[in-house]
């Protein structure tokens, strides 16, 4: 059974520091793994969709790197902004059988940048 | 563009009432559309999810059920709510569906706004 798992479940950075928010899972076989962002009492916004074959994708200030075989993956957010306060979360889209391909969450980084 | 939503945003139930939440997605057809549910301080749980017009999988038992009336229509139902059914109802669409094949698996998910339920 995939598992996701993202460390820490908390960070504290001041402003104008880089971020570096961690996920690992634990069966490689996946399509893709993609990086949310959550706001208090909001819904789900996606920050950036890395497939299997692919090393990182790149939007702004946001990078995103996989490493498939070892089961990580690392988003980094540079120059932090207090408009990153928000909770980071990370979900793979396994590789099934069948065509539905159900995501799997991790429990998710909360970020506070202090001015 | 493709976008979702998603009603009513907060929704305060007593307890032994029923439940109704809708979603619906525009922009794209035949998408599979999914529930999911967060309670407070715990991850997100899938509860259903849907390939087709009629075609529903539950993936958690409770006192909840789902249905979808049209390709682009997925509610969320219960005939009389539980404290514990307390939490945020989050629906998202994939770009996948019957006829989907391997290229429709590498997209992402989009997810809705969500709502806020609490049972009291």
């Known amino acids: 059974k995939q598992e996701v798992t993202q460390i820490p479940a908390a960070l504290s950075v001041p402003e104008g520091e880089n971020l570096v928010l961690n996920c690992s899972f634990t069966?490689?076989?996946?399509?893709?793994l993609q990086w949310f962002r959550q706001d208090p009492g909001k819904g789900l916004t996606s920050l950036l969709l890395?497939?299997?074959?692919?090393r990182e994708q790149t939007s702004g200030r946001l990078n995103a790197s996989l490493d498939k075989s070892s089961g990580r993956s690392t988003l980094y957010i540079a120059a932090s902004q207090p408009g990153d306060s928000a909770t980071y979360l990370c979900?793979?889209?396994?590789?099934?059988?069948?065509?539905?391909?159900?995501?799997?969450f991790g429990a998710g980084t909360q970020v506070v940048v202090t001015p | 563009s493709q976008t979702i939503h998603q009603w009513p945003a907060t929704l305060v139930q007593p307890v032994g009432s029923p439940l109704s939440l809708e979603c619906t997605v525009e922009?794209?057809?035949?998408?599979?559309l999914y529930w999911y549910r967060q309670a407070a301080g715990r991850g997100l749980q899938l509860l259903f999810y849907?390939?087709?017009?009629?075609?529903i999988s539950s993936e958690v038992p409770q006192n909840l059920s789902a249905s979808r009336p049209q390709d682009r229509q997925f509610i969320l139902s219960s005939k009389k709510l539980l404290l514990s059914d307390s939490g945020f109802y989050l629906c998202?669409?994939?770009?996948?569906?019957?006829?989907?094949?391997?290229?429709?698996?590498?997209?992402?998910?989009?997810f809705g706004s969500g709502t806020r339920l609490t049972v009291v």
């Open positions: 922009g794209t057809s035949n998408p599979n």
């Open positions: 069966d490689s076989a996946i399509y893709n």
């Open positions: 979900a793979v889209r396994p590789e099934t059988t069948d065509s539905w391909g159900k995501l799997q």
């Open positions: 849907s390939v087709g017009i009629g075609q």
């Open positions: 998202a669409w994939s770009p996948i569906g019957l006829a989907g094949g391997p290229w429709e698996l590498r997209r992402g998910y989009t």
């Open positions: 890395i497939q299997s074959s692919q």
